[in-house]
T-cell receptor
Framework: SQTIHQWPATLVQPVGSPLSLECTVE??????LYWYRQAAGRGLQLLFY??????ISSEVPQNLSASRPQDRQFILSSKKLLLSDSGFYLC??????????????FGDGTRLSIL | DAKTTQPPSMDCAEGRAANLPCNHS???????VYWYRQIHSQGPQYIIH???NNETNEMASLIITEDRKSSTLILPHATLRDTAVYYC??????????FGAGTTVTVRA
């Protein structure tokens, strides 16, 4: 069966510091990968998605970036964090092939606090 | 641009069926209805999805009206562990699922 891992579970960072969040998927090949952010008390906002190695689509302009160095690895980065970057960051995957109704499956998230 | 409308909250008695409504009057022909739930401090959990026909799995049933403008998620025997925020989402095959505010469901003993 497929599993998705995110780490760390929680992170406290000072303003202006860099960020790197990692997500890996096991048990499937060539998945579609996604990064979402959820601000406190709000719905999920899609940040990036990827349909293959090196292929990244950005949904929201911001100081965050994403990379996919390997088939099942998705990384969210920032060079300088802002207070507004605080939130709950979620990685998700979906099968690349199959019926068009492929649901996304989420990891347990990283809770990021900026001080 | 919300594609779905859900009540902000609802209560349900433990052991009873919970019926969660969702309106999606602007749904297009190739868009599916997905349901997820999010328990506090966890990632969203996929529940069920459908296009036209009613669907059932081990977690829930999904009833979609014939005109596809609304749907109902049914949790047949709610337990305290079903307390969560439930999201009804409409999406096609463009990779984008838009999560709104959802319905906060509280199951009471």
């Amino acid at each position: 069966s497929q599993t998705i891992h995110q780490w760390p579970a929680t992170l406290v960072q000072p303003v202006g510091s860099p960020l790197s969040l990692e997500c890996t998927v096991e048990g499937t090949s060539n998945p579609n990968l996604y990064w979402y952010r959820q601000a406190a008390g709000r719905g999920l906002q899609l940040l990036f998605y990827s349909v293959g190695i090196g292929q990244i689509s950005s949904e929201v302009p911001q100081n965050l970036s994403a990379s996919r160095p390997q088939d099942r690895q998705f990384i969210l980065s920032s060079k300088k964090l802002l207070l507004s970057d605080s939130g709950f960051y979620l990685c998700a995957w979906s099968p690349a092939r199959g019926p068009s109704s492929r649901p996304q499956h989420f990891g347990d998230g990283t809770r990021l606090s900026i001080l | 641009d919300a594609k779905t409308t859900q009540p902000p909250s609802m209560d349900c008695a433990e052991g009873r069926a919970a019926n969660l409504p969702c309106n999606h009057s602007t749904i297009s022909g190739n868009e599916y209805v997905y349901w997820y739930r999010q328990i506090h401090s966890q990632g969203p959990q996929y529940i069920i999805h459908g296009l036209k026909n009613n669907e059932t799995n081990e977690m829930a049933s999904l009833i979609i009206t014939e005109d596809r403008k609304s749907s109902t998620l049914i949790l047949p025997h709610a337990t305290l562990r079903d307390t969560a925020v439930y999201y009804c989402i409409v999406g096609g095959n463009d990779y984008k699922l838009s999560f709104g505010a959802g319905t906060t469901v509280t199951v009471r003993a």
